[in-house]
Nanobody
Framework: QVQLVESGGGSVQAEGSLRLSCATR????????MAWFRQVQGKEREGVAA????????FYGDSVKGRFTISRNNAENTLYLQMDSLKREDTAFYYC????????????????????WGQGTQVTVSS
């Protein structure tokens, strides 16, 4: 059974940092494209960052470039998102997602490209 479990969310003041983790089980993690998405109630899910199976390629949404860093540890089957210089508009529910066996439009970070999802973790940024 494929499992993706996010952790590390919470409340932080603007300009602060948080590190999200996504622990995975039951999937070929080292062969999987992985991504982080976020969603605010009433809005569409937004692609935040994506990383290739080896970690050699990463892509970011325009709103987080230069502030967020996606990484992975294939030995521990875990995905990370380091979030720095947080802004109020980063407040959202954050999800990790996985896909293996080939992916289209990887750099576009599209929700439709990822069939496996975690339950999410809330990030709240206050000023």
């Amino acid at each position: 059974q494929v499992q993706l479990v996010e952790s590390g969310g919470g409340s932080v003041q603007a300009e602060g940092s948080l590190r999200l983790s996504c622990a995975t089980r039951g999937m070929p993690f080292s062969s999987s494209h992985m991504a982080w998405f976020r969603q605010v109630q009433g809005k569409e899910r937004e692609g935040v960052a994506a990383i290739s199976p080896s970690g050699s390629r990463a892509f970011y949404g325009d709103s987080v470039k230069g502030r967020f860093t996606i990484s992975r540890n294939n030995a521990e089957n875990t995905l990370y998102l380091q979030m720095d210089s947080l802004k109020r508009e980063d407040t959202a529910f954050y999800y990790c997602a996985a896909q293996w066996g080939g992916i289209d439009r990887f750099s576009s970070i599209l929700p439709s490209s990822y069939p496996y999802w975690g339950q999410g973790t809330q990030v709240t940024v206050s000023s």
